[in-house]
């Protein structure tokens, strides 16, 4: 029962779809900076998490009665690695128990290491139609650096297996940052991708994250390109793939017109989902909840009836006016006032006016249509713009307020 507790979905949009999210946290080995909960050296509890994650969903499913979904996302780990006939068993059942929407984009991220044609042919056939390869370099020094389990050659395998297959939406994830990389191995990175003919790239700035075997390393003095060549090849990368014909429509995404990731958009416009496994995170209903990071404790609480809910909090309409400008701020159709103050009932003004002033910076626009957005240069720099322009939200919000409360004060005092 959705965690264990009921939750309304009145609270849902007219006319709002849902996203589901399944995670598969087995890997066949580590990443060295990779802090997603992910876990190698368990396929031993395969099986059980099957049963665990098929009891969630047939749980689940009727809060979601009547409500169109329109993506499906099974991410990592490495969700290929779990096996074809588990992953189209899990297909068929939210198949079966959800309203899948005709045409709806149904993405599974994998390796390609872990891939074959004879299982995307049948993965496709059960109704897959988007693929997310982790490619992440072409230099295989860089690949080794970070301890991935491909090589480069089997990229290029694995992207002609999903074509065979008739892959039709194909994303390739890369990375720059990485260690012993130069901009002349980054670019041949990115030309190597653009061959590869795919729908969508996804290109992500390396971070070092608590607690990874990278950060260890760190620590005892290995070096990484620094932040002056990070963004060099950021800004590289943007011109590079708007001439190729893949346009920024996100920070780190980039793609042919029609083939944005319906599902990613949907977490930076707030539009609702569900998410299933352990460390899968969910937006229905007016809820925003977590499920417990612990493979056992999430197997062993829905087949045995206990809590595996981490974290949940309700979320009032005008308190997510942050979560817009937050998300929104990241992707390229930026924020409009209307929509501003029609949906949260906030003076948009405050704001305006040091978004004019990021322009004169060049870091950001305002388009012919009337929306801001971040340019390139403000991405490089998204997290301190939108701070400040969340603080001015926020004294905007004390400063609505402030009248009002003086209001109910003197009405008490008489």
Request: glycine share 10%; hydrophobic share 35%.
């Given at each position: 029962m959705f965690g264990r507790k009921k939750a309304p979905t009145a609270q849902l949009g007219k006319g709002d779809k849902l996203g589901i999210y399944i995670h598969i946290p087995f890997c066949r080995s580590k990443c060295d900076y990779c802090d997603f909960y992910s876990l190698a050296g368990r396929e031993k509890e395969m099986d059980r998490y099957q049963k665990a994650l098929l009891a969630h969903l047939n749980e689940t499913a009727p809060l979601a009665q009547g409500i169109l979904v329109d993506t499906i996302y099974f991410g990592g780990g490495t969700p290929s690695y779990y096996g074809e006939k588990r992953l189209r068993e899990l297909l068929g059942a939210v198949q079966k128990l959800f309203q899948v929407e005709k045409g709806a984009e149904i993405t599974l991220e994998a390796n390609p290491d872990s891939v074959t044609l004879k299982g995307l042919k049948a993965l496709r056939k059960a109704g897959f139609n988007r693929l997310s390869m982790g490619m992440q370099s072409a230099s295989q020094e860089e690949l080794n650096a970070i301890h991935r389990p491909h090589t480069a050659r089997q990229v290029d395998e694995a992207v002609a297996a999903a074509k065979k297959a008739r892959f039709k939406n194909l994303s390739l994830d890369l990375i720059y940052g990485l260690p012993g990389q130069t901009m002349d191995s980054w670019k041949a990175t990115v030309e190597h991708a653009l061959s590869l003919i795919p729908q969508h790239l996804s290109c992500y700035g390396l971070k070092v994250e608590e607690g990874t075997p990278l950060c260890a390393r760190v620590a005892a003095g290995e070096q990484l390109p620094d932040d002056d060549l990070q963004a060099d090849e950021y800004l590289w990368t943007v011109g590079r793939l708007a001439r190729a014909g893949y346009p920024q429509y996100e920070i780190s995404n980039f793609a042919k017109p029609g083939y944005e990731s319906r599902h990613n958009l949907r977490y930076w416009l707030t539009q609702p989902y569900i998410g299933f496994g352990p460390g899968a995170h969910s937006d229905f209903g007016g809820r925003r909840?977590?499920?417990?990071?612990?493979?056992?404790?999430?197997?062993?609480?829905?087949?045995?009836?206990?809590?595996?809910?981490?974290?949940?909090?309700?979320?009032?309409?005008?308190?997510?006016?942050?979560?817009?400008?937050?998300?929104?701020?990241?992707?390229a159709r930026g924020i409009e006032e209307w929509e501003y103050r029609s949906d949260y009932f906030m003076d948009f003004a405050p704001l305006e006016q040091r978004l004019m002033e990021f322009q004169v910076q060049g870091w950001a626009q305002k388009t012919p249509e009337g929306r801001w957005r971040l340019t390139p240069k403000g991405f490089l720099v998204s997290n301190q713009l939108i701070g400040d322009l969340l603080e001015r939200q926020r004294q905007g919000d004390l400063a609505d307020l402030l009248p009002k409360a003086r209001e109910q004060y003197a009405r008490q005092k008489n």
């Open positions: 909840y977590s499920f417990v990071r612990d493979l056992d404790a999430y197997i062993d609480g829905v087949l045995n009836g206990g809590s595996i809910i981490d974290n949940e909090e309700l979320i009032p309409r005008r308190e997510r006016c942050g979560e817009y400008l937050m998300l929104r701020l990241r992707t």
